[in-house]
């Protein structure tokens, strides 16, 4: 038993990316005739695609700038575009479903399965370990929040709209932002007339900081940065060279690999190595067990994506489609004393962890 699980872990290759589950344990006992049912999972690969939406927006005393606050505008022209910042490729399990495993598991223990929500087969005689699940993002970061007319018209004062022109209401809207940050030292250092404290400070500093914004961004512009992931699911048949798996408009963001207005997104695969069967200690074929217990022994290939002229991800990846299918005898899973217990990567269905059950602890 040793022996064979040290082969088993040595055709097992690891996982570069994992996704969580939704488990179900499935006992074999008496109500079901001690079998199971179970699939095993196809591999594809998810391309995780990073993109950032920038809207820029001059504000309007933007030529005023340098003459009044001594900077550089931020901002000179209003935009709104998309750029990639990311793309690379995931591993994902998805049922296959062209055959139904089932096992007789009767003997001297109670064994269990558990399978994920599609049916894939998990774990046996264990809790399938967890894995940090891949989510679609979207977020709102970097740079100043935006801040549109209303914003503006808040900070405002009677002199500055019936100043008559806009030259006019720069300089006096320079003279506020000075006017604020005069009135915060003075509120940190003590030296105002009002000595407010505690949460009254807060309160105070936060308005200021918010009136200064306000009025900074009439001058400077703003530009709000928004960070979007998106999923490209693909599934890996055979060699292939500069695919084309999607494209990025400067307009719209991820757009269909058809849509010309794109620049695109090449994937390649190639280097593909097929699973073997495992070996015994003469360097021979092992026997496939009667009724085994089947699971998949993965091939791989080296996948690269392409974006611009520039690689934003290479990685060598186990595929199902390119192995074969071996399997443990059941009774191994049903011994008393010490049953084997098995863990496997949903992605794959190759096996992460197997051992007996007295040593798993």
Not at 42 to 62: L, R, S
Not at 126 to 155: C, F, H, R, W
Not at 234 to 245: A, D, M, R, T
Not at 326 to 343: E, M, Q, R
Request: hydrophobic share 35%; proline share 5%.
């Amino acid at each position: 038993m040793r022996r064979l699980i040290l082969i088993l872990i040595t055709a097992a290759m690891p996982v570069a990316a994992a996704m969580s589950q939704e488990a179900t344990k499935i006992i074999a006992g008496k109500y079901n005739e001690y079998a199971v049912s179970y699939l095993l999972p196809q591999t594809c690969v998810d391309i995780e695609i990073e993109t950032e939406h920038v809207v820029a927006k001059a504000g309007p005393y933007a030529s005023y700038t340098q003459k009044y606050l001594g900077i550089q505008p931020l901002v000179t022209e209003d935009s709104d575009t998309w750029e990639l910042i990311d793309a690379k490729a995931v591993l994902a399990g998805i049922p296959d479903t062209e055959v139904y495993y089932n096992i007789q598991l009767k003997g001297g223990s109670v064994p269990y399965i558990y399978v994920d929500k599609d049916g894939i087969l998990l774990s046996i005689n264990a809790e399938p370990e967890a894995s940090a699940p891949v989510d679609t993002i979207e977020q709102k970061s970097v740079g100043q929040e935006n801040v549109g007319e209303m914003d503006y018209a808040l900070s405002l004062t009677e002199e500055m709209l019936n100043s008559g022109s806009d030259m006019k209401m720069a300089e006096l809207a320079a003279k506020q932002i000075y006017r604020l940050r005069e009135s915060r030292t003075d509120l940190i250092t003590g030296d105002s007339d009002q000595r407010p404290d505690g949460d009254a400070l807060k309160i105070m500093l936060r308005q200021i900081d918010e009136q200064e914004r306000r009025l900074t961004a009439m001058f400077t512009g703003t530009v709000i940065r928004t960070r979007k992931t998106e999923t490209i699911r693909w599934i890996p048949e055979k060699e292939c060279s500069n695919l084309v798996v999607a494209r990025i408009s400067e307009k719209e963001g991820v757009v269909d690999k058809d849509n010309l207005s794109g620049r695109p997104l090449y994937l390649t695969m190639e280097n593909i190595v097929r699973g073997e069967e495992p070996l015994d200690s003469k360097g021979n074929p092992l026997s496939l067990p009667k009724n085994a217990v089947i699971y998949n022994i993965p091939g791989r290939a080296d996948i690269t994506l392409t974006y611009g002229g520039r690689e934003t991800d290479k990685q060598t990846l186990n595929l199902t489609q390119f192995g074969i299918k071996f399997g443990i005898a059941p009774s191994l899973f049903t011994d008393k004393k010490a049953p084997t217990y098995l863990i496997l990567y949903p992605q794959t269905g190759a096996i992460r962890k197997v051992g007996e059950t007295i040593n798993a602890q």
